[in-house]
């Protein structure tokens, strides 16, 4: 008859080797082992990380480089050119063979305004006379210029080219804020997943310990005849199940570890995660308000890079658009310039006036690049508005999944305490003997649950927090 008592007692003792997270309030953390105490690792420090490290963002960054290409490509149609032309021709006259030429030495140039124009100095080769400007008979300055009077005049596809040329900064800047947004929001979803999963390892080994410490009290009391070698057994698959509960926590959190690896490189290499600790969640900040003071939308309207890039796009299509238009108009263009015929020169033609103007009939070519510009314009017109309405629902999204956590973590808190003031009860029971031991651990297991649902509730936070920076567009700036 003594013997229930005795067992009562023992298993008393082994209750008393339970840590503080099966009754501890709700808000004390266990306390940290040796590799908790070591430098954590932040997210800021994976996102500086991402900043000055990740190829893709370094990859980004050189269209910063090919802005300035096309920039001076578009500039080249305007540079200045020397040019040195020799030219010779043997020919008969007044019965006698002579060779006669000239070179000329001249710049030639093109405004974006459509004007053409060079300016030079023409030496005559042999036994030739200047008709014009005649400056000591074989000699002349050389001037020359072609001014489009309608079509081409201010507005012509070089200068257009040159205009867009010109916004390509401005994309390269768009393309690198919308990788680091996208790259940020990685980083610290992946973060904060690594970091849940770590701590649920962590609890699965405090729990396991718990097991092993019960097991081998049953071990040493079965020993010496104080309890059933059932109780044992109880113990061993206890053990076994904890164990492989922890080894699969461990698979995924190492799983997870390596999907965050992707953006943390250092020096052309992978973070070593073995310098660092999981670090605590923080104090979730239940009035999320944005910066700056302004609206959310309107701050999100100000800086997300996806509606930005409707608006470059659509700039883009205005200047094509007002060449297609420029080309309805005739083409009518007056010249003045000397010849460079040879032929010509020889007899004496020296400047060569002229106006010329031409136009299609149809203007089909000029219609149908009209017809698809304002086509395209209108299609961005639809997508701007798609945008700002995916934006708003972005932030209503977020504010969504910023209540939601909240709720969950409060629910999950409230199921850690009613699981711990069950475990504690159920050691009462047992101490009375009106239980066994399989409940203890039923209870123990209910508690490890409620403190995993409540890690997960707590990264989902910070999860929401992240896609809330995101879908405000504060990330399209580096972190400071």
Known sequence: MARPHVIL????????????FLWAAPATEATPTPIQQARSLHLKTVLALVETQH????????????????????????EPTLVNDTEIE??????????????????????????????????????????????????????????????????????GELEKSKLAEQEATLNIQQTRQDLYLGAATQFWKWVGSWKIVALQQEALDVAKARLQQLTRQAAAGAVAEFDVTEAHQEVQ????????????????????????????ALLSFDLYSIPEFPAPNWSIQPPEGKPESDLAQQRRPEIQQVFLEAARNNIDLGVAKNNFLPDLRAEA????????????????FGLQLSFPF?????????????????RLVWLQRYRVQQVALDIENARSALDRAKERIEAASQSVTYARSLVKG???????????????????????????????????????????????????????
């Open 9 to 20: 007692l023992c298993l008393s003792g082994i209750l008393g080797w339970l840590p503080p």
């Open 55 to 78: 190829p893709l963002l370094h990859g980004t960054r050189t269209e910063k480089l090919q802005a300035q290409g096309k920039l001076l490509k578009a500039m080249g149609a305007f």
């Open 90 to 159: 043997r020919l008969v006259k007044d019965g006698q063979t002579k060779n006669v030429g000239f070179n000329d030495t001249l710049i030639q140039a093109r405004h974006p305004w459509g004007v053409r124009g060079f300016a030079g100095w023409r030496t005559g080769v042999g036994d030739v006379e200047v008709a014009d400007l005649g400056v000591r008979r074989t000699n002349q300055p050389l001037l020359g210029i072609v001014l489009p009077l309608l079509r081409g005049l201010g507005t012509n596809p070089e200068r």
């Open 241 to 268: 199940r904890r164990l492989e509960n922890l080894i699969k926590s461990k698979r995924e959190a190492e799983q997870e570890q390596i999907k965050l690896s992707l953006f943390t490189w250092n020096d052309n």
């Open 337 to 352: 310039e000397p010849t460079r015929k040879p032929g010509e020169f020889v007899l004496g033609l020296g400047y060569r």
């Open 362 to 378: 149809l203007q089909q070519d000029a219609t149908g690049q009209k017809l698809q510009l304002e086509a395209k314009a209108e």
């Open 426 to 480: 159920e050691r009462k029971r047992f101490q009375m003997g009106a239980t066994n031991l399989l409940f203890v651990n039923l209870r123990e297991r209910n508690v490890v649950e409620a403190q995993i649902t409540h890690i997960q509730a707590q990264a989902e936070y910070q999860q929401a927090r992240a896609f809330y920076s995101w879908a405000i567009g504060e990330w399209t700036q580096p972190v400071s």
